[in-house]
């Protein structure tokens, strides 16, 4: 049997930080290994192929360092990787237990129930919208939902530079959700599809109204875990229980750590690493 080994979570920067999060809450016996790919964020905007390749770079380091579960918490690796490496490149791979997880399935089996009107909003980067995933996965769980989006393509650098606060900032925020708005007014249900977007869920809320049911994806993906966990005891067999978790970044760790501030609910010390 191979040696236990800790659940990976994988972003291209720091969002996948609120997925963690929330996996920890559900699951707190677990050990964790954090990976931010920081250096070379964002993914949102590069190619299927770039992504990919950064995608599988640090799904085989964290397997290196003993992972035996990967969950890619970053929406725009799961839209452009993660079929890839579950349908190619795991195939290939001489080590038939070792898995990869992403958000986007467990985020459209559960979204599709949660809409009265059958038509959900989803709000992400270029690059996860561009991917037409959600609208694909969800035609799957929910054939009866109409999927309408918008990608936000300053979100993202808005938050992680904390300007997200700011009047301008706050104006950007609000023209893309009047934008997705006005493609519908059916919409009664907001997907936030990207692991950065918690941090203004509240903000989002308020300019949507309570008639709106604003959704964030750490709680989703944490619920599925635990269930797939329960579901696959060989795989709940091999993973270690410490308690435990690493953080990794191929940043300047020191400024991984003080942005992490507004991602944790506490604060850490994280490494610095290369591929």
Known sequence: MNK?????????????????QEIVKALPEYDY??????????????SFEVVHEFTLEAVN?????????VVLACNTSSAKALRTIQQIDLKHSEDPSFRV???????????GSLSKNNC??????????????YRIELEKFSPHTKVIQHACPMWVPLIESNQHQTDIGKKLIENDIRELLAMS????????ACTHYPLIINDVKKIVGEK?????????VAHKLHDYLRRNTFMD?????????TFLTTENAAVFNTAATQFLEHPISASQIRF
């Open 4 to 20: 236990l080994g800790p659940i990976g979570v994988f972003d291209s920067g720091y969002g996948g930080l609120t997925v963690l």
């Open 33 to 46: 290994i954090y990976l931010g790919d920081n250096a070379r964020a964002p993914y949102g905007n590069r």
């Open 61 to 69: 380091y964290l397997k290196d360092r003993g992972c035996r579960l």
């Open 101 to 111: 997880l992403g958000v986007i399935r467990p985020s459209t089996e559960t979204i």
């Open 120 to 133: 959900i909003g989803v709000l992400g980067t270029e690059g996860t919208i561009q991917s037409g995933s």
């Open 185 to 192: 007014p059916a919409i009664d249900t907001i997907l936030l």
């Open 212 to 220: 709106i049911n604003v959704v964030s994806q750490g709680p989703i």
């Open 237 to 245: 067999a091999q993973l270690s229980k410490g308690g435990n978790c």
